[in-house]
């Protein structure tokens, strides 16, 4: 029992996690900061109390706060643009958050309190003094922080299982293009809408180089830094190429190609070839008929994907 219980926490912590965007880190070192302020000027542990002046009091018991801000910022804005292979976004779990955003950011803000506290109290900065701080700014922020995550995590887990399962229920079978040059909703072909071309032709940015493929044929285009991997079917087995262009350039190419859709910003999606849409914290990923890639969605793009797969 005890190894099961162990289990199931650990795959928790290893489950996908949203990268906070730079508005939320910035938030989140805000709101830290006010609250590890609030939490000293109204409890005033650690001997606080015996401090005179209660507007000197106050400016120093705010430089902490201030500095949580400081710290939370930089570490959140310059460690992932240096080691840009530990903070991958896709690759980024509860436990990760937990850790590079949660752990490294109290134990840099213990540090620099410690150096903080020299300078406004004239002590001497002693190995006691850093354990006492690290442990102390550890036993104020690290339980909210990590009630604050979990909270969040299990919020949007829930929305987004809620939101696949609705989509599931009313995904429809994949649709041959070649049989029909009417829209993707079958209810819809009386409407009047452009002919489905009978091969698309995609041609790199200096001209040397083109794919070419019928529109059912089409699963997904990826971008990768200054290329574009086009994922297609050849006899019904996936297959790989890289062109070189941007994302935008694949759109307007591909733009006369029925259920072709921008579903990130690093992605462009044939609806026809969906299967599954699958969700957990980060968001929805759509699984492809005659591909084992899972396709992430970008929040922005939710709304039309589910008008896309008729989903109500």
């Not at 996690?17 to 109204?42: E, K, V």
């Not at 070419?212 to 190429?241: H, M, R």
Request: aromatic fraction near 12%; glycine fraction near 6%.
């Amino acid at each position: 029992m005890g190894l099961y219980l162990h289990t199931m926490n650990l795959n928790v912590l290893l489950q996908p996690h949203p990268f906070p965007g730079r508005r939320h880190l910035l938030s989140t070192g805000a709101i830290m900061g006010l609250c590890i302020f609030l939490f000293l000027q109204i409890f005033q542990p650690f001997g606080l109390s015996t401090l005179e002046g209660s507007w000197h009091k106050t400016m120093l018991l705010a430089g902490y706060g201030i500095i949580t801000f400081g710290v939370v910022g930089i570490n959140g804005l310059l460690l992932p643009a240096i080691f840009k292979r530990i903070y991958n976004a896709t690759r980024w779990t509860l436990l990760k958050d937990l850790f590079y955003f949660g752990v490294l950011n109290f134990l840099t803000v213990s540090v620099v309190n410690v150096f903080y506290s020299s300078w406004a109290f004239g002590y001497a900065v002693s190995a006691s003094r850093l354990f006492f701080a690290v442990s102390s700014t550890f036993a104020v922020g690290m339980f909210p922080f990590a009630i604050i995550i979990l909270f969040r995590h299990n919020r949007l887990l829930r929305y987004h299982l809620q939101l696949a399962k609705e989509m599931n229920i009313h995904l429809p079978a994949p649709i041959n293009t070649k049989a029909t040059n009417a829209s993707f909703h079958t209810e819809s072909a009386t409407e009047i809408t452009p002919a489905v071309p009978t091969a698309i032709t995609i041609k790199s940015e200096n001209g040397y180089e083109q794919l070419s493929f019928a529109p059912d044929e089409f699963l997904y285009a990826e971008s990768a830094d200054n290329y574009v991997k086009f994922c297609v079917l050849t006899n019904g087995i996936p297959s790989t190429k890289m062109l070189r262009l941007t994302m935008k350039q694949a759109e307007e190419q591909l733009q006369n190609a029925v259920g072709v859709v921008r579903c990130h910003r690093s992605y462009l999606v044939n609806v026809h070839r969906v299967t599954h849409v699958e969700g957990n914290a980060q968001g929805l990923r759509l699984t492809l008929h005659g591909s084992d890639a899972e396709i992430p969605v970008a929040r922005s793009a939710v709304n039309s994907i589910r008008t896309l797969l008729h989903t109500p």
